[in-house]
């Protein structure tokens, strides 16, 4: 395996520890990112949703519980910003004796992109919520930690995967990114997408992908190319507003006996705007749906919501704020903007504690209008304000429209995250959903089950899972800065009729707000 500080490779149906010690100078927590912890959202990692963050010199350990997950998953810190400087890799291997549903490959090579600072993530953000604008853009995008050769800084560190003529290696895909979506590819060779979000996907053949924040990728590559070097690179995609526009590279390293080139030869990636391209990837993926993997999507629905994703603004005194026309920036969920308590919700619904949170979220936006229309009113710009949460009853099925909008003209692809669960993507489309005629071409059969969702530019994602998963789960975009701004909610699943389907009781210890 190559190398990738804070990786971890267990297999399934494992249940194992992990004590994190916080040695720095700010609060945090850790989240697992894909998996499902069923029964057990204490050791799931949001802070202020599931657990009060572990302040300095303090220590929490954390149970994972693994289940039916399989692939590339990971973890990052869950507190504010941090998580750009802290996160690895989180594979579950196949069950031993078992192989994967692809031929062997020669090797496995994690694939980390990331954002790189130059200032502390920690103060940008607080900076700019204290302000009320956007936060500094980040300074470089990076391949295992390294910016790559297009920038001054890190050309003798590049990362290099070597590989031998002919073979075929598994690149284990994650992006780790604060703030955009991401295309990828590798000069002159094609690739092979056989897995999504710790889930075995049919082979899809490509030249790139678009990868979400949050999302994982299983990705076949095949050394079939003259041996020489050649460019791995990522650039955003990004179709609003301020983004970072530079390209990180690592290099694909034949062995053999050859002179270098001076420049390896650079991938044609799709332009920063190109939502051709990152739809029609995206509308490829299918889970495989056979005997040996299946599928069980919801024919029926017990639970519809169907969930408006803005971008807002809320007023300050004296118009004395960094957003448009002196306001602050904001975002919101059916016109909610969600706040963070001063405890976390699962205490508050354990205990009983009153006044921490609503169960109000609403199941449709307050009003109807043209969601996705240009040059809307500015008496769609404010939302309310409130830790709103909806409640759902244990194993109900549950759909879920995502319909993004174009307030204040900010339409973009928003990465749909939700804790606890992985859900089905049935439909997705342009415009407005229309909920007599869209629902007709829903693919109930093999669509693919994934946690995280890209919700496309001016359209709409509809996704459908079995609420079977007790506990407190946070549901947010993974675009760090989206999320700060309020683009969140919890969803609450209640407990089942037995003690094998409620909560598990809470852990000895729990870290003090």
């Known amino acids: 395996m190559e190398n990738f500080q804070g990786q971890l490779y267990i297999g399934t149906e494992e249940r194992f520890n992990v004590n994190v010690r916080n040695e720095g100078k700010y609060n945090v927590t850790i989240h697992w990112h894909g998996v499902k912890q069923p029964r057990n959202p204490w050791s799931d990692g949001p802070n202020y949703v599931t657990q009060c963050p572990i302040k300095p ?17 990971w ?19 196949p069950e031993q004796g078992k192989g994967y549903p692809f031929p062997q490959p020669q090797n496995e090579v994690p694939i980390v992109l990331a954002s790189w600072f130059k200032g502390d993530v920690m103060e940008i953000i607080e900076t700019a919520l204290q302000n009320g604008g956007e936060p500094n853009q980040s300074d470089a995008f ?33 992006n780790a990114i604060m703030n955009e979506e991401m295309f990828f590819m590798v000069a002159n060779h094609s690739l092979t997408v056989v897995g999504t979000d710790g889930a075995y996907i049919k082979p899809i053949n490509t030249s790139y992908i678009m990868i979400t924040p949050g999302q994982t990728m299983d990705v076949l590559i095949t050394a079939d190319q003259s041996p020489s070097y050649y460019y791995m690179a990522s650039r955003a995609y990004a179709v609003v507003g301020a983004y970072d526009n530079t390209t990180t590279t690592a290099i694909v390293q034949y062995n053999g006996n050859y ?66 026309d002196g306001s602050r ?68 099925n ?17 990465p749909m995250h939700l804790h606890g669960y992985s859900f089905y993507v049935v439909g997705n489309g342009t ?43 946070f549901m947010h975009c993974h675009l760090e800065r989206h999320a700060s701004w309020g683009m969140d909610t919890v969803l609450i699943v209640k407990n089942g009729t037995t003690s094998s389907t409620s909560m598990l009781e809470p852990p000895s210890y729990l870290n003090p707000c």
């Open 57 to 73: 010199g303090a220590n929490f350990t954390y149970e994972i519980i693994l289940s039916d997950e399989e692939g590339t998953l």
């Open 431 to 473: 415009g407005n959903f229309d909920n007599s005629t869209d629902p007709t071409r829903y693919n109930l059969v093999d669509p693919p089950e994934v946690n995280t969702v890209g919700v496309p530019k001016n359209g709409w994602v509809a996704i459908r899972f079995r609420a079977d998963n007790p506990g407190v789960w």
């Open 259 to 324: 002179t270098p080139p001076s420049t390896p030869p650079l991938p044609n990636l799709p332009n920063y705007t190109d939502t051709d391209a990152a739809a029609n990837f995206t509308v490829r993926l299918r889970s495989l749906a056979n005997e040996d993997y299946p599928v069980d999507v919801p024919q029926t629905v017990d639970t519809h919501m169907y969930i408006t994703i803005s971008m807002n603004t809320l007023p300050c005194v004296n118009n004395s704020c960094d957003g448009p």
């Open 142 to 174: 990076t391949i295992n930690g390294q910016p790559g050769d297009l920038y001054d800084c890190s050309t003798e560190g590049t990362f290099k995967m070597v590989v031998d003529y002919g073979k075929t290696y598994l690149l284990r895909i994650i």
């Open 329 to 396: 920036l904001a975002s919101s969920l059916n016109n909610i903007s969600f706040v963070e308590p001063s405890i976390d919700v699962l205490q508050a619904y354990y205990k009983g504690i009153n006044g921490v949170y609503d169960t109000d979220f609403p199941n449709e936006p307050p009003y109807y209008f043209n969601f996705t229309g240009d040059d809307l009113p500015d008496t769609l710009l404010t939302p309310e304000r409130g830790t709103k949460v909806k409640v759902l009853d244990y194993n109900s």
């Open 75 to 93: 973890w990052h810190a869950h507190s504010d910003w941090s998580r750009a400087t802290v996160h690895g890799p989180l594979i579950i291997l």
């Open 398 to 414: 549950v759909e879920i429209v995502f319909q993004g909008t174009n307030v204040m003209n900010a339409a973009e692809n928003h």
